[in-house]
């Protein structure tokens, strides 16, 4: 049983503070994702529960240990880094068992648990190639099951896929997943990819600037995105936002046109209030096109500016009061430029956010 | 059809041109190696020829006659003998240049490692300063250091010159070295780490094996720089105590006779041990060369 706790976990490069004092509680066998833009302090953090970096203030705790000053071969943790960090001068079998070796196991044992490993990865094929006769998958899956021959009680994954292309990065999500379902072991994720983090994680840690923004379950935080940052990092295209201010009981945006207020939300704004109201492009739909009825929606008549179309849906620029937005058509149908069409607002699945400090006004 | 046709016009010019491209690099490579490698072949050619040939005019290109004698001679061997004490000086230069390599290895380890690893005050003016140490020539040094080796009693000694090559290659390593560490991706380490090495396990396990090349690149460099010197150790050696091979070289030239056969044959005994030395460590060399290419 070892779960991760992270209690006021701060990280300092001499005056810089990278790590603001992160509160975090990973349970036992949870697959947890720490998402935000490049300097947010992810990696930071997870290199602080690997051990690779000193802990400025705050504890780690992993199972009942305080691991602050232990080295990260006390820790007993696995991490699979970005650049695989495979032993070039070492075969595959070497690289599985090096860990093993180093912990003084016997032969038979190493092989044991090399061969296991490398079924489970599918590598039994690729024992005696060293890592400069692999491609990108494999050197990925050898970097896997160096990390889990050790049984060891947490893994740590450093942006694994982002050196491998597109397809493969989808193939090895699902591999990644396969492998948790399998081994059962507390996951810290680290990407910078917001579908990754939807598509892995039991929950996501949304970070910026060294403070976590929001912690939840994928749906939890798409659904319910603390603040203007959460809403846009997390879904593809990311939110739209839509300056306006509250008047009878509307938003009224920059030009005057008037979109009404959640139902939901009425309660939470006043009047005179700046605010932005988020909807996400998969909300705003040609009436017809859309992805199912809304029950609160409201019609506004657009121009189209630009059409991408992606085969069964279609991505489509417009612009409200001024400010380009995106919206999606679903259903195969050419739209063209300059065509003006009737889209629907799902105002059900609408947010608004204070312009002032970007928080959502939801009340959770 | 159109590309069936088309090709036997072409094909004749298009080799021709390449082939009379390929035939002016040869020649060329040809001529620049004579120029590079005629000394030196007519250095070890003397070697084994006598006197009397060497100092023939015209010049006697082919020679007429084989004679290890010359060998025979400075060893002390047969009936002609020169008295150089040759086999002194060839165990000084072995004492001196392997010692002074190897604590220049260890030294340029250490200070490699420390510089592509770690972060510190004054990182980048301690590298500076060794590089332009190593841009002084080594005989702007010889006054200083002869007056401080007067004092210090390490005139004539081996202990002296050891100091001195350390010093002279000391920049030069840690330069090679943290070329060689830097290449070797930092996450290695770490990856070891995780998996249950020290970082002293790290560095001997991983990194140390990645830059062999490059260590024993360094190392021959530093040798060849030891073994090869001549204008300190002329300066700081006396007698049979510490004399090298290049200084005992001059052992050869008296007030008015140079003893041509003996130097040819003394100086072949000098290139025999950097050739064998290089020979061994170049698959090393290349490899350090190529060492791009295997990153994990």
């Avoid at chain 1, 994928?218 to 300056?243: C, E, K, Q």
């Avoid at chain 2, 090495?197 to 260590?215: D, H, M, N, V």
């Avoid at chain 2, 003893?259 to 170049?282: E, K, N, R, S, Y």
Wanted: charged fraction near 15%; hydrophobic fraction near 45%.
């Amino acid at each position: 049983m070892a779960g991760i706790s992270l209690r006021g976990v701060e990280k300092h490069y001499g005056s810089v503070r990278v790590v603001h004092g992160i509160d975090l509680e990973i349970a036992h066998e949870e697959f947890v994702v720490l998402v935000g833009p490049s300097g947010c302090g992810k990696s930071t953090t997870l290199r602080m529960i690997a051990g690779l970096e000193d802990i400025t203030g705050g504890e780690v705790h992993i199972g009942d240990r305080l691991v602050n000053d232990l080295p990260p071969r006390k820790r007993n943790i696995s991490m699979v880094f970005q650049n695989y960090a495979l032993y070039p001068h070492m075969n595959v079998r070497d690289n599985l068992g090096f860990g093993l070796k180093i912990a003084g196991q016997s032969p038979a044992v190493i092989t044991e648990r090399v061969n296991e490993a490398a079924t489970i990865l599918g590598l039994s094929e690729l024992l005696d190639r060293t890592p400069a006769e692999l491609s990108g998958g494999q050197r990925q899956r050898v970097a896997m099951g160096r990390a889990i021959v050790r049984h060891p009680d947490a893994f740590l994954f450093d942006e694994p896929l982002s050196n491998l292309d597109a397809k493969l990065r989808g193939q090895m999500r699902a591999e990644i997943k396969k492998l948790h379902q399998k081994v059962k072991t507390t996951v810290v994720y680290v990407t910078h990819d917001q579908v990754e983090a939807m598509t892995l994680a039991d929950r996501i840690v949304v970070m910026r600037d060294g403070y976590i923004e929001q912690v939840g379950t994928p749906m939890d935080v798409f659904n319910h995105p603390v603040n203007t940052f959460v809403a846009s990092f997390i879904g593809s295209p990311p939110m739209n936002m839509l300056p306006g201010v509250i008047a009878g009981g509307q938003v009224r945006l920059a030009d005057g046109t008037s979109v009404p207020v959640p139902h939901r939300l009425t309660r939470a704004v006043h009047e005179g209030q700046s605010v932005l109201l988020g909807i996400r492009p998969d909300d705003i739909c040609p009436v017809g096109h859309g992805l199912g009825e809304t029950a609160e929606g409201t019609d506004l008549d657009l121009t189209v500016t630009l059409a991408e179309p992606l085969g069964m849906e279609s991505l489509i620029y417009t612009s409200v009061a001024g400010q380009e937005i995106q919206a999606k058509l679903y259903g195969p149908r050419i739209v063209q430029p300059g065509e003006v069409l009737s889209f629907r607002l799902a105002l059900e699945r609408a947010h608004l956010f204070d312009a002032t400090n970007t928080r959502s006004l939801e009340v959770f | 059809m159109t590309v069936a046709m088309s090709r036997p016009m072409t094909a004749p010019t298009r080799p021709l041109k390449k082939r009379a491209q390929s035939a002016a690099l040869w020649f060329t490579t040809f001529l620049l190696m004579v120029i590079m490698c005629v000394p030196g072949l007519w250095v070890v050619l003397s070697a084994f020829r006598p006197n009397r040939e060497i100092l023939a005019k015209p010049p006697i290109w082919v020679p007429t006659e084989i004679t290890l004698g010359n060998f025979a001679k400075i060893f002390g061997f047969g009936a002609e003998q020169v008295g150089i004490p040759v086999t002194s000086y060839f165990m000084n230069s072995m004492v001196i240049a392997l010692t002074s390599t190897v604590i220049a290895l260890i030294i340029g380890m250490a200070g490699g490692y420390a510089f592509a690893r770690y972060r510190f005050r004054f990182k980048g003016g301690i590298f500076l300063g060794l590089m332009l140490f190593r841009a002084v020539p080594g005989i702007a040094l010889s006054l200083p250091v002869f007056m401080m080796w007067s004092r210090l009693g390490l005139i004539d000694t081996q202990m002296g010159l050891i100091i001195v090559y350390v010093s002279l290659n000391v920049p030069f390593t840690i330069w090679l070295i943290d070329g060689f560490f830097r290449q070797i991706p930092m996450s290695l380490s770490e990856a070891a780490q995780v998996d249950g090495c020290t970082r002293w396990q790290a560095f001997w396990k991983i990194e140390f094996p990645l830059a062999r090349s490059g260590i024993a690149a360094a190392g021959v460099f530093a040798f060849l720089t030891s073994w090869n010197e001549y204008a300190l150790a002329s300066q700081v050696t006396r007698s049979t105590d510490s004399k090298t091979l290049p200084v005992g070289l001059m052992d050869f030239t008296a007030q008015f006779t140079i003893d041509w056969a003996g130097m040819c044959a003394m100086a072949v005994i000098i290139i025999v041990p950097a050739l064998i030395m290089t020979f061994l460590v170049q698959k090393h060399l290349i490899a350090g060369l190529t060492f791009g290419g295997v990153k994990g």
